[in-house]
């Protein structure tokens, strides 16, 4: 008997979705019929740029999914990659699947100390004041009393609102 198979394999990703903020090592996830014989992943790091193939699964029995270090395809900070897995079938058909305006970060805040200025000395129950850049989540406030040998937390802001400020005694 012969089997005329002339519909493409659907594919789609599990992980990651359209419009996430990823960092470092990222699990991306596939789901794929049975009769799939690879998927191949390929990352697009800028609007339009050509996709680049990143790996060929062709073991479909741990499913279908690749470990990406995103600091491959971005160092910093960048906006409006896309991610793509193509299936192909045991007949050759292929069908791709890709998310988009996915955001890469992989750099750490920058943060200013403004209050107290460098080499102030402080004296009872003290306003510590900085600035961080928009993505922070928390600024870590610490001090050295031996010119940064050791560091000794003060305390944490979480909440920006107001700037990021902690009160020490």
């Given at each position: 008997?012969v089997i005329v198979d002339n519909i493409n394999p659907v594919v789609s990703l599990a992980y990651p979705h359209d419009n996430q903020t990823l960092t470092g090592g990222v699990k991306v996830v596939a789901i794929a019929p049975a009769d799939t014989s690879s998927v191949r992943?390929?990352?697009?790091?800028?609007?339009?740029?050509?996709?680049?193939?990143?790996?060929?699964?062709?073991?479909?029995?741990?499913?279908?999914?690749?470990?990406?270090?995103?600091?491959?395809?971005?160092?910093?900070?960048?906006?409006?990659?896309?991610?793509?897995?193509?299936?192909?079938?045991?007949?050759?058909?292929?069908?791709?699947?890709?998310?988009?305006?996915?955001?890469?970060?992989?750099?750490?805040?920058?943060?200013?100390?403004?209050?107290?200025?460098?080499?102030?000395?402080?004296?009872?129950?003290?306003?510590?004041?900085?600035?961080?850049?928009?993505?922070?989540?928390?600024?870590?406030?610490?001090?050295?009393?031996?010119?940064?040998?050791?560091?000794?937390?003060?305390?944490?802001?979480?909440?920006?609102?107001?700037?990021?400020?902690?009160?020490?005694?």
């Amino acid at each position: 008997s012969v089997i005329v198979d002339n519909i493409n394999p659907v594919v789609s990703l599990a992980y990651p979705h359209d419009n996430q903020t990823l960092t470092g090592g990222v699990k991306v996830v596939a789901i794929a019929p049975a009769d799939t014989s690879s998927v191949r992943f390929y990352v697009s790091n800028a609007s339009g740029a050509a996709f680049v193939t990143r790996l060929t699964d062709s073991n479909r029995n741990d499913g279908w999914s690749f470990d990406w270090a995103t600091d491959n395809d971005c160092a910093a900070e960048c906006t409006n990659v896309s991610l793509r897995a193509e299936a192909t079938d045991a007949s050759g058909l292929k069908q791709n699947y890709t998310v988009n305006n996915l955001e890469i970060d992989n750099s750490a805040p920058s943060v200013t100390l403004l209050v107290p200025a460098n080499g102030a000395t402080l004296k009872g129950v003290n306003i510590l004041s900085a600035t961080s850049s928009s993505d922070t989540a928390s600024v870590l406030f610490e001090y050295s009393p031996d010119s940064g040998s050791a560091w000794y937390v003060i305390g944490t802001d979480s909440a920006s609102s107001g700037g990021w400020n902690i009160t020490w005694d």
